[in-house]
């Protein structure tokens, strides 16, 4: 899997190694097993780290080995990884877009085709970072190309690791492996740190990825300069691997930190078994019997295959239960089968005779061009929404006009929490003055269009202030630490000007977590505000309704009667309490428009209200600001503001 070399290919046949085929077989089926069910095997995504380490003890051996013998050629090196990667990938792609082209509404038809290009560019793992973030998300679970972000890492591996060998060998071969661990100690601390500042681009990237495959190169020195371990502590360095890679597919979970110190776990396991097989031992039994190496040869196409299966069930709501999760294996299995048979063995077979410029072209340069051309006739034609009814199109364009998007300068990443506000972030009255403030996280960013509506009836000027992930709670801990603190710094810098601006109209917005603590901070934070003069108003969360953002999409795509609708679930209790303390408290429910005798629709007058299963977009946030003021809901407003005196920034 993820494109590392075939071992006949890397190294002498007389050092092929089947327990290294072995092992990358428990590295596949534990991602394969994770991704039919997470509760099977909670860690089993760290098999892709399982790779990555096999990958750098390979490539490194490869590569030092041609180094030192001086027959090492860059052309070689990259013409056996095109040879290696892109044939089957191509396939996989290529199947991929063309069942997306019947399943797929035109919104993801077109990212779908925009991943294909980014995937036979080796910068997947770029785009999906930025095009879905957590790769454990709902959204990210439907995406038929999401698993090619390994082989971005791998790839950008390649084309900067023979680099670094050849240049640490011209500047000493003497200290090369000194070198080598110096960086990769650095490597691994990048990582930790980086997880402090966003664990969605440390999962995908090469940098905090680095270490990984790191490991495996120092192991491939130490291997190719001492002698083999004995009996015995090949077998401690056998159990002391199985117990690693164990208990990190047991412990570690999605909501685990990673990668950083937690990946280090699996890679050092992964480590030791190679290094295990280097002193033959009843024990490696378990990884080169026939069946395991089987599995491990076709494990670079069982990868790439089995996860477009999964992905489009997903998106078709097909529960993955027991016989259907049979079902995808054996489909992968017989596909990666086919795959390894008359793809993969042909192509590296055939490769070897080609020049470099042959295999550059023939076998990379016109597939991305055949894709780049697929991507742009589906972007010129939006996705080909002639396939449906048109309504999917329209409804679809209305679910995409995100919030957060159209207001990139008031509502920031927890990264920017030292953002100051910009005068430029208005909703409501287009006046002078400004009469309050609107602050909160991404909830209370979605209701700015709402808030805009609301306001401009009353003639008051509100200035939007939000952070991802920060309810708007003085002291609140949202359970990550360095967002933690972030979020009270940001907090405090809030609450700070609303008490130096004495602003006439305050409103306090978000996705309000249930635990009594937060309730007692959120009382406090009221009185921090009151005490101001300001009137308060709270909005509070609206809904969340699974596939809100998919469900009426689909159910106009594939002519199905599928309920789009949920049950409405309660508020926290404080806010009981908060009614009771503060009658002059004004509270917003936006679920007196999304739900009905507490069945709550996604949509309404057939127009979607959502962007996703929690967050709306921004016309249906308008649509529910226009519903309320027909219902005579309104900000609540003091006199004084009332009669048009606004309380002005100072």
Same mark, same amino acid.
């Given at each position: ?14 050092? +092929? ?39 750098? +003890? ?5 590569? +030092? ?20 990667? #892109? ?135 130490? #291997? ?134 042959? #295999? ?33 199109? %329209? #409804? ?161 795509? +594939? %002519? ?91």
């Amino acid at each position: 899997m993820n494109g590392a070399e075939n071992q006949v290919s890397d190294v002498h046949q007389s050092q +092929y190694r089947p327990d290294i085929d072995g092992l990358r077989a428990i590295a596949v089926l534990s991602v394969l097993l994770h991704h039919l069910s997470a509760s099977i095997l909670p860690g089993g995504f760290v098999g892709v780290d399982m790779f990555f380490v096999i990958s750098g +003890y390979l490539i490194t051996s490869q590569v +030092y080995r041609e180094a030192c013998d001086g027959t090492f050629s860059i052309q070689q090196f990259y013409k056996r990884r095109i040879n290696r990667i #892109v044939p089957a990938l191509f396939v996989v792609v290529v199947a991929s877009v063309v069942v997306g082209m019947v399943l797929l509404s035109p919104a993801d038809l077109v990212r779908l085709t925009k991943s294909a290009i980014y995937t036979m560019l080796g910068f997947s793992n770029i785009f999906l970072w930025r095009e879905y973030g957590n790769y454990f998300s709902r959204g990210a679970n439907e995406a038929p190309l999401l698993h090619t972000w390994s082989l971005g890492v791998e790839e950008q591996f390649y084309l900067i690791w023979p680099w670094f060998i050849l240049l640490l060998i011209k500047l000493s071969r003497r200290y090369f492996a000194g070198w080598l661990a110096a960086f990769g100690i650095g490597a691994l601390a990048a990582s930790e740190i980086a997880l402090g500042i966003s664990v969605t681009a440390s999962y995908y990237l090469l940098p905090t990825r680095f270490f990984e495959l790191m490991i495996g190169g120092l192991l491939a020195l130490w #291997v190719i300069h001492k002698q083999p371990a004995s009996r015995f502590y090949s077998g401690l360095c056998f159990m002391t691997g199985l117990v690693l890679i164990g208990g990190s597919l047991f412990l570690i979970r999605r909501s685990s930190p990673f990668p950083g110190i937690n990946a280090l776990w699996p890679c050092l396991g992964t480590a030791s078994l190679i290094f295990s097989g280097n002193t033959p031992t009843p024990l490696l039994r378990l990884f080169n019997n026939r069946p395991m190496v089987a599995i491990g040869l076709i494990s670079y196409s069982l990868y790439l295959w089995h996860w477009p299966i999964v992905a489009y069930l997903n998106y078709v709501n097909i529960p993955i239960g027991f016989w259907v999760g049979m079902g995808v294996m054996g489909a992968s299995a017989l596909l990666a089968w086919l795959s390894w048979k008359f793809v993969e063995s042909p192509m590296r077979r055939t490769g070897v005779a080609f020049s470099f410029e042959r #295999v550059f072209f023939r076998r990379f340069a016109i597939p991305a061009c055949v894709l780049l051309l697929i991507g742009v006739v589906t972007a010129c034609t939006n996705g080909l929404p002639q396939r449906f009814d048109p309504r999917v199109a %329209e #409804v679809e364009r209305i679910s995409n006009i995100r919030p957060d998007l159209l207001r990139s300068d008031c509502h920031v990443s927890i990264l920017m929490y030292a953002t100051p506000p910009s005068e430029k972030c208005r909703l409501g009255a287009n006046k002078p003055g400004l009469d309050g403030i609107l602050i909160g996280d991404s909830y209370a960013n979605h209701f700015t269009g709402m808030i805009d509506v609301m306001a401009k009836t009353r003639n008051i000027s509100i200035m939007d202030y939000t952070l991802d992930g920060c309810p708007p709670i003085l002291g609140y801990d949202t359970g990550s630490p360095a967002n933690a603190a972030r979020c009270r710094k940001r907090n405090d810098a809030a609450y700070q000007k609303i008490a130096a601006n004495h602003f006439s109209l305050v409103v306090l917005a978000g996705s309000w977590p249930h635990t009594p603590q937060a309730g007692e901070q959120l009382i406090s934070s009221i009185d921090v505000v009151l005490r101001t003069g300001a009137a308060l108003t709270l909005v509070l969360t609206n809904q969340w309704i699974k596939r809100a953002d998919s469900c009426p999409i689909r159910q106009m795509m +594939y %002519e199905t009667d599928d309920d789009c609708t949920v049950l409405r679930t309660g508020l926290p209790k404080y806010f009981d309490e908060i009614r009771t303390r503060y009658p002059q408290v004004n509270l917003i429910d936006p679920n007196q428009v999304i739900c009905h005798d507490n069945i709550c629709s996604p949509m309404l007058n057939f127009i979607p209200l959502y962007r996703d299963e929690g967050h709306l977009n921004d016309v249906g946030s308008r649509l529910i600001g226009e519903s309320l003021i027909s219902k005579g809901v309104t900000l609540f407003v003091s006199p004084h503001l009332e009669s048009g005196e606004a309380g002005l920034i100072r």
